[in-house]
């Protein structure tokens, strides 16, 4: 009863209802207050631009520094005369079978919301699929059906699993720290195994990508296999010495020079997220359009030319808003204490990596291109498979080409061929 009356508590201080007294999966309709709706209205009416320099083609107008004034001053006007998030939730609700529960552990609860398509294969394989940041389960939204139900009857079939991270979507945000890649795995594990699948295969990119290795080392026995769609391998000491002396090959000299200029360059959101979640979360609260901004100007960068649409951009920034900023933003955080306690992964691990040549900066666009022989130093590497296109999200720009790898690495765990 005690525990009842806390989750009401706390239910009350979200944005849309939830079922914090759901121990055990249970059916999910996502519903969003109308207040917080018509709020993020009335603020994107009421947005102020800031000026764009004189000179913009070095700053504004090549979105080295942001979005240009224009496209934000767009991109308002249609939040508030047009976006229809009504619209919206009814398709989100109506596309994908969606869960809710509340994964109670000695270390705190883990709220967690869950889309869960069953294929009608029976004996498909279970399968986690984990989102980065600025991303939710919409991220998957081309990948679920094909995974679940294959047009080829012979191809690798999928029991999907694909959970909003905690504070994000509509999972409720933590309310204490220390949710890092380590305990979201633990919770994850539990989910899967409440689903009954003791057995699964896990798929991780960006912050999920973290998450995704945590539980390849916490539960080898239970992961059957890992694939990412992004990895980052810091070069060390002795890669950078060989560089300096032109000894690296060309794909480590370019993978180099693409992580220097990332890094030097284009993550300042990381180090904000890092260092000041809370400073910047203030402001992109007060202001869904200006979180967009924030948002938009790092999708711009890695998205290799995908033309958003503005409901895309405000659906995205939605599904993030809605939880509150505080808490996807803090998860880079967290993200650092657990990273480094990764041991040697010795589960079957997969690589996809997939080219930017329409980024706009191109000195990043082999920045996902990490030599093979980086990766074998950290994960039992058994696959890899290399892409022109498709940047930082490839289920959204190359689906087809994604689940092509998704089926080949875990159908072939499946028939032995990579054991």
Same mark, same amino acid.
């Given at each position: 009863?005690?525990?009842?009356?806390?989750?009401?508590?706390?239910?009350?201080?979200?944005?849309?209802?939830?079922?914090?007294?759901?121990?055990t999966p249970v059916p999910y309709t996502l519903s969003l207050d109308k207040a917080i709706v018509d709020e993020a209205v009335l603020k994107a009416s009421l947005y102020r631009p800031s000026?764009?320099?004189?000179?913009?083609?070095?700053?504004?107008?090549?979105?080295?520094?942001?979005?240009?004034?224009?496209?934000?001053?767009?991109?308002?006007?249609?939040?508030?005369?047009?976006?229809?998030?009504?619209?919206?939730?009814?398709? %989100?609700?109506?596309?994908? !079978?969606?869960?809710?529960?509340?994964? *109670?552990?000695?270390?705190?609860?883990?709220?967690?919301?869950?889309?869960?398509?069953?294929?009608?294969?029976?004996? &498909?394989?279970?399968?986690?699929?984990?989102?980065?940041?600025?991303?939710?389960?919409?991220?998957?939204?081309?990948?679920?059906?094909?995974?679940?139900?294959?047009?080829?009857?012979?191809? *690798?079939?999928?029991?999907?699993?694909?959970?909003?991270?905690?504070?994000?979507?509509?999972? $409720?945000?933590?309310?204490?720290?220390?949710?890092? $890649? /380590?305990?979201?795995?633990?919770?994850?594990?539990?989910?899967?195994?409440?689903?009954?699948?003791?057995?699964?295969?896990?798929?991780?990119?960006?912050?999920?990508?973290?998450?995704?290795?945590?539980?390849?080392?916490?539960?080898?026995?239970?992961?059957?296999?890992?694939?990412?769609?992004?990895?980052?391998?810091?070069?060390?000491?002795?890669?950078?010495?060989?560089?300096?002396?032109?000894?690296?090959?060309?794909?480590?000299?370019?993978?180099? &020079?693409?992580?220097?200029?990332?890094f030097g360059q284009h993550s300042s959101y990381s180090t904000v997220h890092q260092q000041a979640p809370l400073a910047i979360a203030q402001a992109l609260t007060d202001s869904p359009v200006?979180?967009?901004?924030?948002?938009?100007?790092?999708?711009?960068? %890695? !998205?290799?030319?995908?033309?958003?649409?503005?409901?895309?951009?405000?659906?995205?920034?939605?599904?993030?808003? %809605?939880?509150?900023?505080?808490?996807?933003? /803090?998860?880079?955080?967290?993200?650092?204490?657990?990273?480094?306690?990764?041991?040697?992964?010795?589960?079957?691990?997969? &690589?996809?990596?997939?080219? %930017?040549?329409?980024?706009?900066?191109?000195?990043? /666009?082999?920045?996902?291109?990490?030599?093979?022989?980086?990766? =074998?130093?950290?994960?039992?590497?058994?696959?890899?498979?290399?892409?022109?296109?498709?940047?930082?999200?490839?289920?959204?720009?190359?689906?087809?080409?994604?689940?092509?790898?998704? /089926?080949?690495?875990?159908?072939?765990?499946?028939?032995?061929?990579? =054991?």
């Amino acid at each position: 009863m005690a525990l009842l009356a806390i989750s009401l508590v706390n239910a009350q201080d979200l944005n849309f209802p939830f079922p914090l007294d759901a121990t055990t999966p249970v059916p999910y309709t996502l519903s969003l207050d109308k207040a917080i709706v018509d709020e993020a209205v009335l603020k994107a009416s009421l947005y102020r631009p800031s000026i764009d320099l004189l000179d913009g083609d070095t700053s504004n107008a090549g979105w080295l520094e942001g979005p240009p004034q224009q496209d934000m001053a767009a991109l308002a006007k249609y939040w508030a005369e047009n976006y229809d998030w009504a619209r919206i939730q009814d398709e %989100i609700n109506s596309n994908f !079978s969606h869960y809710a529960v509340n994964i *109670q552990s000695s270390d705190g609860d883990v709220p967690i919301h869950f889309v869960h398509e069953r294929s009608d294969v029976e004996d &498909a394989l279970p399968l986690l699929i984990l989102h980065g940041w600025p991303s939710t389960h919409l991220e998957w939204s081309h990948v679920i059906n094909p995974l679940a139900s294959p047009e080829d009857p012979t191809a *690798q079939a999928f029991h999907v699993v694909a959970p909003d991270l905690p504070g994000f979507g509509f999972s $409720p945000a933590p309310t204490s720290s220390g949710l890092g $890649p /380590r305990r979201m795995g633990e919770a994850f594990h539990q989910l899967m195994v409440q689903l009954g699948y003791e057995k699964y295969g896990v798929v991780g990119t960006d912050i999920g990508y973290l998450v995704g290795l945590s539980m390849s080392d916490q539960f080898p026995d239970n992961v059957v296999g890992y694939l990412s769609d992004f990895w980052i391998v810091q070069p060390n000491s002795t890669d950078l010495e060989r560089n300096a002396q032109n000894q690296t090959t060309e794909e480590e000299a370019l993978y180099i &020079a693409a992580f220097t200029e990332w890094f030097g360059q284009h993550s300042s959101y990381s180090t904000v997220h890092q260092q000041a979640p809370l400073a910047i979360a203030q402001a992109l609260t007060d202001s869904p359009v200006g979180f967009a901004g924030w948002m938009w100007h790092l999708m711009h960068a %890695i !998205s290799d030319g995908y033309d958003y649409s503005f409901d895309e951009l405000i659906t995205d920034a939605m599904m993030l808003w %809605i939880p509150g900023v505080y808490a996807n933003v /803090r998860v880079y955080k967290e993200m650092l204490k657990d990273t480094s306690e990764l041991s040697f992964v010795t589960v079957p691990t997969a &690589a996809t990596q997939w080219g %930017i040549p329409n980024a706009p900066f191109e000195p990043v /666009r082999n920045f996902n291109n990490v030599p093979r022989e980086w990766l =074998q130093r950290s994960v039992n590497l058994v696959y890899l498979s290399r892409h022109e296109t498709g940047g930082h999200f490839p289920a959204i720009n190359e689906p087809e080409l994604w689940v092509g790898d998704v /089926r080949e690495f875990f159908g072939s765990l499946v028939d032995g061929s990579l =054991q």
